[in-house]
């Protein structure tokens, strides 16, 4: 584990938290690289039937209040020859994409700044819940370049066309309350209830069906690669894998029973 990204596991919920706080967490080669092998460890177990046994959701955070991320390490871009930078970009992407692609629900608990790599690192994230202290922006065009984790997609997938051009092509930086406004986070809270709702929702989370989530996951991001008629042929699909599963019987004896349902992600 690097120094730079701890990981912290209780009660079904993995906390993986940015600690470059005196860079306002900036997102350099080694975090990347540390923030996409936390999630692939945690995606891949030794056994795919461990895959649910300790974990069932992921909260991204960040040290201290004034910057969830305040971007990629500019320093990369301005001292780097091209095969280096396109390895510093190929290596967010990966990082992204391991988050985008995690088995299970990714929360992303935005504090302070997410600019550049920073809002792209949340939105590689399935869920966002910021603080009214929260600054959002993609930025890159006022140094001449353009977002390049993955938030060109992410972005125009979140909040369409018009908004991730506004956005990116401005380089403007919105408040949480315009970011909420927009679609851009799914929650907005005071800053030190922050923590507490990110939990709160992870709990939530925490107690559904693994599989469950997993396929739903799954079937929404078919929506933005395949076509309608595939996607809807998908749909029938996940939910066949689901249907015959230990947690389905468990959730639909539960409701017979007019009990809680305990899910074990088989």
Request: charged share 30%; glycine share 8%; proline share 3%.
């Amino acid at each position: 584990m690097s120094e730079l990204v701890q990981k912290k596991i209780e009660n079904g919920v993995a906390r993986i938290v940015i600690q470059r706080e005196e860079s306002l967490n900036a997102l350099n080669r080694e975090v990347l690289d540390a923030v996409r092998e936390e999630v692939e460890s945690l995606s891949s177990p030794e056994s795919s039937a461990d895959r649910y046994a300790d974990v069932r959701v992921i909260v991204v955070s960040s040290a201290g209040e004034k910057a969830f991320v305040a971007g990629a390490d500019i320093k990369v871009m301005r001292e780097a020859d091209e095969d280096r930078i396109r390895d510093f970009i190929e290596a967010g992407q990966a990082a992204m994409r391991a988050i985008e692609c995690a088995p299970f629900p990714v929360i992303a608990e935005v504090s302070g700044f997410a600019l550049g790599g920073g809002l792209e690192l949340a939105l590689a994230c399935d869920l966002i819940v910021a603080s009214e202290t929260a600054k959002l922006g993609q930025p890159e065009v006022n140094l001449g370049l353009i977002p390049g984790f993955g938030g060109t997609q992410r972005l125009t997938a979140r909040v369409g066309a018009g908004v991730a051009k506004r956005l990116i092509l401005t380089g403007e930086t919105i408040s949480a309350e315009e970011a909420h406004r927009l679609s851009l986070i799914e929650w907005l809270v005071p800053q030190d209830e922050l923590g507490k709702k990110a939990e709160e929702i992870a709990s939530l989370l925490a107690t559904k069906s693994p599989l469950a989530l997993a396929a739903s996951k799954r079937a929404i991001d078919a929506f933005f690669s395949k076509s309608r008629d595939e996607a809807l042929k998908g749909e029938v699909e996940e939910f066949l894998g689901v249907v015959m599963s230990a947690d389905a019987q468990e959730g639909l004896g539960a409701f017979v029973e007019k009990r809680k349902p305990t899910f074990k992600g088989v």
